[in-house]
């Protein structure tokens, strides 16, 4: 399987925390994007990072890039309650262009009021 | 941009039956994709939808079990046929500019 592989799988912290989580992707790719999903409903795009750039920051959300590792982090600073979401990072194969998405498995993100 | 709407958004079908999901792009598109999220599991593509032309299917996935069909650039359905409980997921489609857009989803059970 090409799926990618997240970890934690789960994370509970208290509100006002910082989350991270990883992901892990295995081939080469042209960006990595991060999505948001709450309750089982559809994703929402969070934040897209391209394979030349190794940080990227859009309001509370900071993602790494690490090509030769093939890996990246999310970092939510000051976690909200509404932040309670399972997290995906999603890649393209650098052959098949930016069409094709591979999801990995997913971070299940509880912030505690 | 783009605003998907599917439907429905949820279904519990008997075992054996037929259900077809739909999605609706507020603007044309080459590709749709068909994915499935089995429960607690990340995204799975099904298919790969093309306007005027067979789907393209994924390993696993096959055209008698998932039918697809595109008869424009702005619609498309997926029918998951003969429906076991396996087959209780929630399916998603999808379509992608610089980043991905998806329907709300359909949570199917099967019982």
């Known amino acids: 399987s090409q799926q990618g592989e997240e970890d934690p799988q789960a994370l509970s912290i208290q509100e006002g925390e910082n989350a991270t989580m990883n992901c892990s992707y295995k081939t080469s790719i042209n960006n990595l994007q991060w999505y948001r999903q709450n309750s089982g409903r559809g994703l929402v795009h969070l934040i897209l990072i391209r394979s030349n750039e190794r940080e990227k920051h859009s309001g509370r959300l900071r993602v790494t890039l690490d090509t030769s590792k093939k890996s990246s982090s999310l970092l939510i600073t000051a976690s909200r309650a509404a932040d309670t979401a399972s997290y995906f990072c999603?890649?393209?194969?650098?052959?098949?262009?930016?069409?094709?998405?591979?999801f990995g498995t997913g971070t299940r993100l509880t912030i505690i009021p | 941009s783009a605003v998907i709407s599917q439907k429905p958004s949820r279904d519990i079908c008997q075992r054996g039956t037929s259900l077809t999901i739909q999605c609706q792009v507020d603007?044309?598109?080459?590709?749709m994709f068909w994915y499935r999220q089995q429960p607690g599991q990340s995204l799975t593509l099904i298919a790969t939808a093309n306007q005027g032309s067979e789907a393209t299917y994924e390993s696993g996935f096959v055209i008698d079990k998932f039918p697809i069909s595109r008869p424009n650039l702005t619609f498309s359905t997926l029918t998951v046929s003969n429906m076991s409980p396996e087959d209780s997921s929630i399916y998603l489609c999808?379509?992608?500019?610089?980043?991905?857009?998806f329907g709300q989803g359909t949570r199917l059970t099967v019982v």
């Open positions: 603007s044309q598109v080459t590709m």
């Open positions: 999808s379509v992608v500019g610089l980043e991905a857009f």
């Open positions: 999603a890649t393209d194969a650098a052959e098949f262009g930016n069409e094709k998405l591979t």
